[in-house]
């Protein structure tokens, strides 16, 4: 396919969506920045950024041009908008990163007629992994994005329904069946399911936070920024190997990278060879004891106010990129009003863990316990960092798709024996 070309100014809180959206999609396209020569633009553009425009602009590879572009009309024109094909699958899977993806490969290619709904782009956490070096099978590392595309592309081929830009919102159990609302208002029917939905960013709980969402806040490790960090100063929040990849893949843009750790150490938290890497990269500082305490700007973000929690010294740093890298919290929501146990903190029980919460056994309704990914609703499972004490990592989420496939089998298997 040819490129699609974005143009814009280079800081347009509008863009950041877009090339997020593109990036983890593994879609090329070429930038052009509007505030330099607009002799090159198509006629229509010229016109529109001359007469004072700011928001981008996308042209597609067959010549459509379209100003202000939505990620949902960028997906449509590439053909990733499509209709379920069925009323009612064997198998829905909620979330397309790792866990997700892996489940759904396994499972069509075991014949299971399956669903994938996936309401940003593929790939997960993994897939705004600027390299992840640790991944079996990749002695060289692999893209995050790059990996999950890979895996859309195998799932695909084994006839897997991709469902993109659409979220589950709530689930219902009836009838042997899970019943999900999306929020495009349809209704999606399965005999089984597995939840691989994983977190919502954490945010730092700043006053003025939301003022500067995208507009040089950005949760999460937002690799497609990059180039446009080039000769700034850049801070990165947080000590986990997500913030410690975030630093180093910058590092090779920005004139400065400052990584914002609460703790005085980084080897509770972050893989040795990142530790490694952070520490010895000449343009990575590291700031310990300090956390974040202020954002100022007028329409995008300025200057951040670091304060070290030892000595009480507040520091402003000039900055328009600021990294949050600090986790989340797990995306849920769509089980509150089911008999699904969730942990305090909104993580997914499952298998052995039920034991002992409230709740369970009373409402668990077979005489054979929960499977290791079973939540406590038969036939529901969960997989991934979604699922209370799984291992936070790629290869674990892939492996818990996998087995969760597995005991779907099980599953589906008792069912149709106590039809017969
Ligand atoms: C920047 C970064 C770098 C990392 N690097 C590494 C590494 O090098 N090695 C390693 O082993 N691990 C790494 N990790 C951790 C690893 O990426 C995660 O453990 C893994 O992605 C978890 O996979 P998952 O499928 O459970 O969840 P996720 O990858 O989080 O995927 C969940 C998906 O569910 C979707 N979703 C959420 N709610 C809904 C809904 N209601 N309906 C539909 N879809 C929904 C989300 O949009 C998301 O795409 C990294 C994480 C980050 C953030």
């Known amino acids: ?20 959206f593109l990036q983890r999609s593994v879609v090329q396209y070429d930038w052009v920045d509007v505030t330099d020569d607009l002799s090159a633009l198509p006629a229509s553009l ?28 960028v997906a ?21 990163g790792p866990a997700g993806l892996s489940a759904a490969v396994y499972a069509a290619s075991e014949g299971l007629r399956t669903v994938l709904i996936e309401r940003e782009a593929i790939g997960g956490q993994a897939g705004t992994s600027s390299l992840i070096e640790n991944y079996m099978g990749f002695p060289e590392g692999i893209a995050g994005a790059e990996l999950a595309e890979r895996a859309r592309q195998q799932a695909l081929r084994f006839g897997v329904d991709i469902l993109l830009l659409r979220e ?10 899970i019943h999900v609302d999306l929020a495009s208002g349809d209704q999606l029917v399965a005999r089984a399911n597995i939840c691989a939905t994983c977190v919502e960013y954490a945010k730092l709980g700043l006053p003025n936070e939301a003022q500067f969402f995208n507009k040089g806040v950005y949760y999460g490790a937002g690799a497609s920024e990059a180039m446009f960090c080039r000769g700034r100063d850049v801070l990165v929040v947080g000590g986990g190997n997500s913030a410690g990849q975030a630093a180093s893949y910058f590092a090779g843009f920005a004139r400065k990278v400052y990584m914002v750790i609460r703790k005085g150490n980084l080897a509770a938290t972050l893989s040795d060879y990142l530790v490694k890497r952070v520490t010895t990269t000449p343009n990575i500082e590291i700031l310990y004891h300090v956390t974040v305490q202020e954002l100022a700007g007028d329409h995008v973000l300025e200057g951040v106010k670091l304060v070290n929690s030892q000595d009480g010294t507040a520091t402003w740093y000039d900055t328009s990129k600021l990294f949050i890298c600090i986790g989340g919290k797990p995306n849920t929501e769509w089980a509150r009003d089911t008999a699904i146990i969730r942990d305090p903190n909104g993580y997914l029980v499952t298998g052995p863990d039920l034991v002992g919460r409230a709740g369970f056994p009373e409402c668990w309704p077979l005489a054979r316990p929960p499977y290791h990914l079973e939540t406590s609703v038969p036939g529901s499972f969960a997989a991934g960092d979604v699922r209370l004490n799984s291992v936070k990592r790629v290869a674990s989420a892939v492996g818990e798709g996998a087995m969760a496939v597995t005991l779907v089998h099980k599953y589906l298997a008792e069912l149709d024996k106590a039809s017969a």
Request: net charge negative.
């Open 168 to 177: 589950g919102i709530k689930g219902t159990f009836y009838n042997n069946r």
């Open 46 to 73: 010229r016109q529109a950024y001359a007469t004072g425009h700011r928001a981008p602009a996308i042209a597609f590879p067959d010549g459509q041009v379209v100003l202000n572009p939505t990620v949902q009309e």
């Open 1 to 20: 396919m040819n490129k699609l070309t974005l143009f814009g100014p280079p800081d347009a809180p509008e863009l950041y969506e877009l090339r997020d």
């Open 76 to 96: 449509q024109h590439l053909g990733w908008i499509s209709k379920p094909s069925s009323q009612d699958y064997d198998l829905s899977i909620y979330g397309a």
